[in-house]
């Protein structure tokens, strides 16, 4: 399998950057921010890091960009990614934001949520903290990967099961609050999963502010631009959440960060694939053979109904004629 992968940022209506973002792959190492760049294309493994800095807790920026350098210092071999390395990693990363909280007399509620996945040939493995997402687009459809762990969700959740009136849980003070995130005091909740990859297969990781326009409309502008750049997609995007913002939210809307991922078929597997009398497996799972070969199989069997087609109108000509 090969990978693009590209990102960008906007900043919405906020008086800075509070997202960050990661990519680190076997050719280029770990790249951070890389905003301005031109897609990357690149073979497995590949690791893609988000986070979002909650802005309320102060140093945001500071916070997402120490969550997304550390944890991919700590998961030191993306070769091999398990539930258990990637827990260690988001572990270790939460004790290195609570030192430096300590160090530098950073407030308590300073700290990010956390997407991160790791692209292993045909499957995707990733770890969720927070309300940051990652949304995959298969056959034009979109894709919810990842749980949220956000309040409001948690009270719907409730009402729904019968737990809570659902006036009570919409009218909740603070829905739009985390209810996990790494603030360097341990980790709440975490979600660990792995989830197969196939060609053509399109992947976003986003802060929480792509939520300014809704998922159906974000389904329809990525099957749009599905033939553009990446760049070109990603700008439509991001200008939809921007000029929706405006509108909404009085131009007060949140920073956006969205990476996009394409999933491809590999040049090794195209070969394979194109290679004579290689079986090819249809929908049904039935083995298509080499159309040379069944020619070959059907040949006598033509020749032989040929021959008793000429052999019975000979003998018609010879027949004797019988008067009526």
């Known amino acids: 399998m090969r990978f693009e992968v590209c990102g960008r940022q906007s900043q919405g209506g906020r008086e800075y950057q509070e997202d960050s973002w990661l990519i680190s792959t076997p050719d280029t190492g770990a790249v951070l921010n890389d905003n301005e760049g031109a897609p990357r294309e690149t073979g497995t493994p590949l690791l893609v890091v988000l986070s979002d800095g909650i802005g309320s807790g102060g140093h945001g920026d500071v916070a997402s960009q120490l969550i997304v350098t550390s944890f991919r210092n700590h998961l030191k071999d993306t070769r091999s990614v398990s539930a258990e390395s990637l827990h260690a990693a988001i572990t270790r990363t939460d004790k290195d934001l609570g030192r430096l909280k300590k160090d530098k007399g950073y407030g308590r509620s300073m700290g990010g949520t956390l997407v991160a996945g790791c692209f292993d040939g045909h499957s995707l493995t990733f770890l969720s903290v927070g309300d940051s997402h990652l949304f995959r687009f298969r056959d034009d459809e979109i894709h919810y990967m990842n749980e949220k762990h956000r309040f409001g969700s948690e ?53 929480d502010g792509v939520d300014t326009i809704d998922g159906e409309l974000l389904r329809r502008l990525v099957s749009s631009f599905r033939g553009a750049s990446q760049p070109e997609a990603l700008d439509a995007l991001l200008k939809a959440v921007d000029e929706t913002g405006k509108i909404t939210e009085g131009g007060e809307h949140d920073n956006t960060t969205l990476v996009m991922v394409r999933c491809e078929t590999s040049a090794a597997e195209s070969r394979e694939n194109r290679s004579p009398g290689s079986a090819l497996t249809e929908q049904t799972g039935a083995p298509v053979t080499d159309n040379r070969a069944a020619w070959a199989f059907r040949l006598p069997g033509f020749a032989l109904l040929v021959a008793v087609i000429l052999f019975a109108l000979l003998s018609l000509s010879f027949w004797p004629s019988i008067p009526l």
């Open 155 to 207: 009270q719907d959740e409730l009402a729904g099961l019968g737990r809570k009136t659902w006036p009570d849980a919409l009218r909740q003070y603070g829905r739009s609050s985390i209810t996990s995130a790494v603030i360097g005091s341990g980790i709440e909740v975490c979600q660990i999963a792995t989830r197969d990859v196939r060609p053509g297969d399109l992947y976003i990781f986003a802060s």
